[in-house]
């Protein structure tokens, strides 16, 4: 199983243990804060850009659809899973889902950041966000 793979099925188990922890009641900002805090949790080693582009996704994204109470839609799953694919450096997954303005978002956080991230990481981001055109 790859990262990704996992962290889609932590996604599908987060929202399931809301609707189950909650007598039913599904709250789609409530599990959206915890996949947030998942995805944080997933990327300990470029901690602080995680947490932007988790509180990034999560206020862009899921707190300005027009039904945030039934978050995550497919299309934010695909973003967060996009996001978690640059974390990993993973070219191998499609993430043409992400826009110039999430791929410029991108480049100021790692660039906010880039003196406490581990140099691979930051090589491995930086020459994404350079081959989508964001430098």
């Given amino acids: 199983m790859t990262t990704i793979e996992k962290f889609l099925a932590d996604i599908q188990k987060t929202v399931k243990f809301d609707r189950a922890n909650n007598g039913g009641h599904y709250d789609g900002k409530r599990a959206c804060t915890q996949i947030a805090k998942l995805f ?10 995680a947490r932007q582009i988790a509180d990034y996704w999560l206020n862009t994204y899921v707190m300005g659809s027009a039904d945030p109470m039934n978050e995550p839609s497919e299309e ?24 110039a303005d999430d ?29 989508h055109g964001a430098l």
């Fill in 76 to 99: 934010n799953i695909a973003r967060i899973k996009a996001f978690q694919a640059f974390a990993d450096n993973d070219e191998s997954e499609d993430i043409s889902i992400l826009s």
């Fill in 40 to 49: 944080e949790n997933n990327n300990r080693n470029i901690q602080n850009v």
């Fill in 103 to 131: 791929w410029e978002t991108l480049r100021d956080f790692v660039n906010y950041e880039a003196e406490d991230l581990p140099l691979d990481a930051l090589q491995n981001m930086m020459g994404m966000i350079l081959d």
